[in-house]
């Protein structure tokens, strides 16, 4: 005659315990790189966006510059070309309508410029615009004197160095800077 076990053995805790660890680190651990993966690709848009923001920037100033060069041709009223842009001071610009005004009549410490603005689509300072972005663009602009001298002068030349920074903060990440250099010519 054979002899039938009257009991079945069952999983232990402890295999209970091993069998749910390795099942959460299944989970968890591709959620983590997930998470990684959604950080890196917020940053890599802030990046571009970033950019994008300096690139506009130097565009205006080239716009205010033209307009002034289509209104002396124009007129004939012989004026700077340069006349609608700060030479010399930390300015904004605001690229929905090209109007430029210094950093110190923001009103914050230093002379910093104010943060962009949003109203979902467009960036500037306009007053429908009532969403502070995490960009900061501050534009600066001075004379360059003919070479061999490529130090910033006061006094005007033929030709202006534009530099754009914008400054951001994407998440836990450090705050970040890009500088954006263009010369402008007569």
Known sequence: MTHTPTHTRGFTLIETLVAISLLMLAVIEPMLLTLQSLKAAYYARDQITASNLA?????????????????????????????????GQDFRIDTTNDTTALCS??????????????????????????TNTAFTRTVHACYIQPPPSTTCNSTPSDEVRLLVTIIWRTGSFAPRTITVQENLYR
Do not use: W
């Open 105 to 130: 009549g923001d009103g914050l410490p230093g002379g910093v410029c104010a943060p962009l603005k949003t109203n979902g689509t467009l960036y500037g300072y306009q007053s429908s615009m009532t």
């Open 55 to 87: 690139q506009e920037a130097i565009e205006a100033v080239r716009s205010v510059r033209d307009t002034h060069m289509l209104n002396i041709a124009r007129t004939g009223v012989c004026e700077d070309i340069f006349g609608g842009i700060p030479v």
